[in-house]
T-cell receptor, first 113, second 115 residues
Framework: GESVGLHLPTLSVQEGDNSIINCAYSNSASDYFIWYKQESGKGPQFIID?????DKRQGQRVTVLLNKTVKHLSLQIAATQPGDSAVYFCAGPIIQGAQKLVFGQGTRLTINP | EAGVAQSPRYKIIEKRQSVAFWCNPISGHATLYWYQQILGQGPKLLIQ????????DSQLPKDRFSAERLKGVDSTLKIQPAKLEDSAVYLCASSLATGYNSPLHFGNGTRLTVT
């Protein structure tokens, strides 16, 4: 079946640096992905999404890059702040509009002062 | 916009007991989901409703888990009897529709501990 996974379970960065969180997927027919942020004791919160007809999408301090050739996507967080400390999940695939999300294992982002 | 409401926030039971969780989705959201999140893992879909009909329950352990969404609004998830491995956070989510441009909105979950 489909799988979505993250490369690293933990990532530690200095406050103010940029963070890059990676994710790989297995189904080449996947055409929609979502990044979620989960803070301790809370449910996942939508950050940004991307369709397969795009290579890049930008939000506020966040950018998602999609490389369909190697079935890889990444979430870049600019000027990381203490409030960015959380677990980040990529979720997909969504094929032809069907909402069948599979979540990766998550990457815990820790911000060092 | 009020978010997805879940209760209780925490629950501790002994194995073989029963437990029920409640969810009130965002007003107007037709699709409702229950996810199980074991510590250190990503959420795993248990069941998906579209209005009051079940769309996908392929990963629901039907011998002990049941869920309903009466009148297409609130939903309850029940476990009977509970096992130790059911210890997890149970997340409810809702979305306006299914598919593109309709991301899931999650509640803060119910943390279940089975002893």
């Amino acid at each position: 079946g489909e799988s979505v996974g993250l490369h690293l379970p933990t990532l530690s960065v200095q406050e103010g640096d940029n963070s890059i969180i990676n994710c790989a997927y297995s189904n080449s027919a996947s055409d929609y992905f979502i990044w979620y942020k989960q803070e301790s004791g809370k449910g996942p919160q939508f950050i940004i999404d991307i369709r397969s007809n795009m290579d890049k999408r930008q939000g506020q301090r966040v950018t998602v890059l999609l490389n369909k050739t190697v079935k890889h996507l990444s979430l870049q967080i600019a000027a990381t702040q203490p409030g960015d400390s959380a677990v980040y999940f990529c979720a997909g695939p969504i094929i032809q509009g069907a909402q069948k999300l599979v979540f990766g294992q998550g990457t815990r982002l820790t911000i060092n002062p | 916009e009020a978010g997805v409401a879940q209760s209780p926030r925490y629950k501790i039971i002994e194995k073989r007991q029963s437990v029920a969780f409640w969810c009130n989705p965002i007003s107007g959201h037709a699709t409702l989901y229950w996810y199980q999140q074991i510590l250190g893992q990503g959420p795993k879909l248990l069941i998906q409703f579209q209005n009051n009909g079940v769309v996908d329950d392929s990963q629901l352990p039907k011998d002990r888990f049941s869920a309903e969404r009466l009148k297409g609004v609130d939903s309850t998830l029940k476990i009977q009897p509970a096992k130790l491995e059911d210890s997890a956070v149970y997340l409810c989510a809702s979305s306006l529709a299914t598919g593109y441009n309709s991301p899931l909105h999650f509640g803060n979950g119910t943390r279940l501990t089975v002893t």
